[in-house]
Every structure is written in C-alpha cells, then in structure tokens.
C-alpha cells in the first residue's frame, strides 16, 4: 500500500515569507503528525491531528500552524519565516496516533526539505 | 525535562561483525520505546519497538534490550550489513515522540 507522501519535496522561500507543506496519510491512518528535523535540534515535535482536531502541540511559536482535513490529510504552514526555519518537516501517520495508549508506530513520509535564505 | 538520549553520535562496524547502538532515557514512567532507522534523504523507518513490560524483543537481525533499572535501551543488529549503514533513533512515546540526538552508524567493507 501505499506511504505518507509529502509535497513539495523541497523547496525555497525568503524571510518573511510563508509556506504550506501537504501530507497525506497511509489509506486509513487518522492520526498525522508533524516533526521539524534540524542538525543541531534533532527530531522536534510540532503537533499532531486526529479526526480534524488538534490533540497535541509541541513547543514552537504561533507562526507555526496545522490542520487537518475530513480525509485525514494534512497541511502545516510556518508564516513570517525565519532563517532558523531551515529544516526537514516530517509528517507521520498512524491509526490512533501517540496521544492514545498503545503501540502505535508512526511510519514517516520522506519529508519537505526547507530552505529560507 | 523529560529526555532521550544515545551515548554515542558515531559508530564504525565491519561488515558482518555485530553492532550495538545504546539509548538512555530519563523519563521513568514512560512504557514504550521505539528504534528508527534514517537513511540519507528518507524519513525515520521504523525498526523494532517494545513496551516497558518487556525486557527484550527480537526481531529479523534486530535485538531490543529494555534495563528500566537503569533506564537503559540498546539496538543490537547481527551481522551487520552495508545496508545498514544509517542514523539510528531511539524514540520515547508519550503524548508524542521524543527522540534521542542519533548515532550514525557506517558499515566497513
């Protein structure tokens, strides 16, 4: 079956400007998160969505932002950017997410690759 | 805070010897654990996982070895191959996942 894939794969932006990442989950996961990756901060939890709602957000600014559609796709959007912005955004699936107890792997798309000059 | 970490950021392994890629973690009450492996330009696959009431789980060439009296986790891959050549993460489930900083492990031929 198909994985999470996420578009664009990468991409350019200026400060300021804004962004959309898209991901679309494995065919019946209803559970998408997001993590930015970076060499010096490693794998950061941004939030995750189940069923259109946001159940959890990690400890980034308000610029950062997240929804999730009726299909379980799922778009973020980082507005002003920064340089430190600069980074790999992962989306990951999972049927009930890591809110929930349980085992639940979260299979991970290939990410959207950030740059902001 | 709550953290995870690995003890070390690089491994060298000759191929066909075995490895082992340790994790340690601070949080006590957490009760499951989760090894990604992430290949240059991929996102984090997953490996093996276990819950806290285990001690061990095998799988195909993988080993996880639980120490909660220490709070201790190792990776360990048999007869490790080129392919395996990777950055490994442990990760900490709780209301989301924490991952450890990485060890880049590189298979010599």
């Known amino acids: 079956k198909a994985g999470v894939t996420q578009t664009p794969r990468y991409l350019i932006k200026t400060r300021g400007q804004q962004v959309t990442l898209s991901c679309s989950p494995i065919?019946?996961?209803?559970?998408v998160s997001w993590y930015q990756q970076t060499p010096g901060q490693g794998l950061q939890f941004l939030f995750e969505?189940?069923?259109?709602?946001?159940?959890n957000k990690g400890n980034f600014p308000g610029r950062f932002s997240g929804r999730q559609f009726s299909n379980s796709r799922s778009e973020m959007n980082v507005s002003t950017l920064e340089l430190g912005d600069s980074a790999l955004y992962l989306c990951?699936?999972?049927?009930?997410?890591?809110?929930?107890?349980?085992?639940?792997?979260?299979?991970f798309g290939a990410g959207s690759r950030l740059t902001v000059l | 805070g709550e953290s995870v970490g690995l003890h070390l950021p690089t491994l060298s392994v000759q191929e066909g010897d075995n490895s082992i890629i340790n994790c340690a973690y601070s949080?006590?009450?957490?009760?499951?654990f989760i090894w990604y492996k992430q290949e240059s330009g991929k996102g984090p696959q997953f490996i093996i996982d276990?819950?806290?009431?285990?001690d061990k789980r095998q799988g195909q060439r993988v080993t996880v070895l639980l120490n909660k009296t220490v709070k201790h986790l190792s990776l360990q891959i048999a007869a490790t191959q080129p392919g395996d050549s990777a950055v490994y993460f442990c990760?900490?489930?709780?209301?989301?996942?924490?991952f450890g900083a990485g060890t880049t492990v590189t298979v010599r031929a």
């Open positions: 969505y189940f069923s259109e709602t946001q159940r």
């Open positions: 065919s019946g996961h209803r559970s």
């Open positions: 276990i819950r806290s009431n285990m």
């Open positions: 990760a900490e489930n709780d209301y989301k996942l924490s």
């Open positions: 949080n006590s009450a957490s009760d499951y």
């Open positions: 990951a699936s999972s049927f009930s997410g890591t809110a929930s107890s349980g085992a639940n792997v979260l299979t």
